[in-house]
Every structure is written in C-alpha cells, then in structure tokens.
C-alpha cells in the first residue's frame, strides 16, 4: 500500500534552537520526496524537495537529508522561529506526479 | 497571484446527503488532484484530472465522483454521506511541464458530516 500515517507525533523545540523532522517512507521508486508545512486551517504548502539520487539539499533556514539506504528522509529547520510552528509531512512523488503524503509532525516552537 | 479557490471553505450535511466541492486552479493549470484529510490524519489522495481527463485514482470511495469542466475548475460529488466522511478536502494543482513545482493546495473545504 501506499504511505499512510495516523500517529501525529510532537516535537517541541525552543525559539532559536535547530529542529529535526524524520520521516520514515516506503516507495523506493519515488523520483523526489518532498517536505510540507501545514499552518492550521490552510493546505499544504511547499518547503523544499530532493531529488532521489541525491542525499542533501540546502535552502533558506532548512535541509533535507536522504538517506536511501534505511529509506529515511530528514528536515532540519536552523533557529527555529514560533512562525515555524505547523504540521510538518514528508512526501513522496509518484507517476502522473501525484503526491503521497506520510505521517505528519507537529512542531511547537516554545517562545 | 491568483490562488487554488475552494468553495465553500465550510459545509455541514447531514448522513445520506449530497454534498458538491468545487476546486478552481491557478490560472493556466491543467492538472487538478484532490484529497481527503482526516482529523489529524495525512492527506490521501483521491483522484487527478488532467485536460478535464481522468488522470490517476486513488483510495476514492465509489459514493464519490469528481469531473474536470472545460474552464478546467473540478467539482467532487459526494453521495450518500457518512460520519466517517468528515474531513478535510482540498485540491491542488499544477500546469504540464512544471511537474509538483507548482502544486498549490487551496485552503481546503472542510465538510462535517452530521
């Protein structure tokens, strides 16, 4: 089957402190995996992407890191700041381009 | 810029109603998918439209049907609702070429089911 979650795990982190996302995924065929952040009562909203024969992608204040041996992805987010505060979920990219989203984080920045 | 738009960001039916969502992509995108979110639960896919064509299908009920219009706005139809239907919906799309770059999501439709 396809990547499911239905565990919200919590992560809470202090303002100013680096936060570590991990996402465990299924799919070894996946052309990219994603990272998205989801604000209450909004969609999902892109962050940053890696391509699979790739293991790091920097961007501004986030990294993703690939670790295709144990099919592991990470997001790491630098100075985390309260409007970092969301529902992180990794994701997969499919045929037709379809995303398969997996199991989301919740990050709660502590001011 | 222009959005995904979702209508009506709220709904609330009741069991063994009908209930239609409507998407309307960003300007000039042909690609429409939809997905269900359940409360604190990951999206799940459930169906993509590309050139008003079905394009792939996911865990979409069969109480559900969707279609894409000539004007490439999507509707889903929602059929003898359930309790367990209440959830999240949004859509998202994209234009040919640009693969998920430019997937937006709209802000989603969220549907009570009572």
């Known amino acids: 089957g396809e990547s499911v979650g239905l565990h919200l795990p919590t992560l809470s982190v202090q303002e100013g402190d680096n936060s570590i996302i991990n996402c465990a995924y299924s799919?070894?065929?996946?052309?990219?995996f994603i990272w998205y952040k989801q604000e209450s009562g909004k969609g999902p909203q892109f962050i940053i992407d890696?391509?699979?024969?790739?293991d790091k992608r920097q961007g501004q204040r986030v990294t993703v890191l690939l670790n295709k041996t144990v099919k592991h992805l990470s997001l790491q987010i630098a100075a985390t700041q309260p409007g970092d505060s969301a529902v992180y979920f990794c994701?997969?990219?499919?045929?037709?381009?379809?995303?398969?989203f997996g199991p989301g984080t919740s990050l709660s920045v502590i001011p | 810029a222009a959005g995904v738009i979702q209508s009506p960001r709220h709904l609330i039916k009741e069991k063994r109603e009908t209930a239609t969502l409507k998407c309307y992509p960003i300007p000039r995108h042909d690609t429409v998918y939809w997905y269900q979110q359940g409360p604190g639960q990951d999206p799940q896919f459930l169906i993509s439209?590309?050139?008003?064509?079905?394009?792939d299908k996911g865990s979409i009920p069969d109480r559900f049907s969707a279609q894409q219009f000539s004007d490439y706005h999507s509707e889903l139809n929602m059929s003898s609702l359930e309790l367990g239907d209440s959830a999240l919906y949004f859509c998202?799309?994209?234009?040919?070429?640009?693969?998920?770059?430019?997937?937006?999501f709209g802000s989603g439709t969220r549907l009570t089911v009572v």
């Open positions: 439209f590309y050139e008003k064509m079905q394009s």
């Open positions: 799919n070894s065929a996946s052309d990219y």
């Open positions: 998202a799309s994209s234009a040919t070429g640009t693969g998920y770059y430019g997937y937006t």
């Open positions: 890696i391509r699979s024969n790739m």
């Open positions: 994701a997969e990219k499919t045929s037709y381009d379809k995303v398969i």
